[in-house]
């Protein structure tokens, strides 16, 4: 079983297509590996296909977003260039971008009746009489 899982963060908006019946979504994931002078970045071609890339998380899948992703790992040649492929089995958000910006518009909430709040009360006057003899 080819099963890769990995994290990165989007380099561009998503795209959205038909192939045939089926609707596809493609985006590139840069999956960084190694730290310091090794850090290296592998760009990553994923797609996502049928029912999830029709649903409504393809309209969180904007440049910069964190994501985790899961699939099957393949490779295509184009022009004399081997490029790593994911056919993506799950995306997950994992965390938020710098800039939310181009986040979608959230319908409003509907704020509950706004209530005053509570007075403080005001604190007993404690004042004794030093008289007493206990």
Same mark, same amino acid.
């Given at each position: 079983m080819n099963n890769w899982s990995f994290t990165g963060n989007l380099g561009k908006d998503c795209r959205i297509g038909q192939v045939g019946q089926s609707a596809v979504c493609n985006f590139n994931v840069a999956?960084? #590996?190694?730290?310091?002078?090794?850090?290296?970045? =592998?760009?990553?071609?994923? @797609?996502?296909?049928?029912?999830q890339a029709e649903s409504g998380l393809v309209s969180y899948l904007k440049?910069?977003?964190q994501v985790a992703?899961?699939?099957?790992?393949?490779?295509?040649?184009?022009?004399? &260039?081997?490029? =790593?492929?994911?056919?993506?089995?799950?995306? #997950?958000? =994992?965390?938020? &971008? #710098?800039?939310?910006?181009? @986040?979608?518009?959230? @319908?409003p909430r509907q704020q509950a009746p706004q209530q005053s709040a509570p007075q403080p009360q005001k604190a007993p006057d404690f004042n004794f009489d030093d008289s007493i003899p206990f």
């Open positions: 999956a960084k #590996s190694g730290f310091g002078q090794n850090e290296q970045t =592998i760009w990553v071609d994923c @797609a996502l296909w049928g029912k440049k910069g977003q992703v899961t699939g099957e790992l393949g490779t295509r040649d184009h022009e004399g &260039k081997t490029y =790593i492929t994911c056919r993506v089995s799950s995306v #997950s958000l =994992i965390g938020g &971008k #710098s800039d939310n910006a181009n @986040a979608p518009e959230q @319908a």
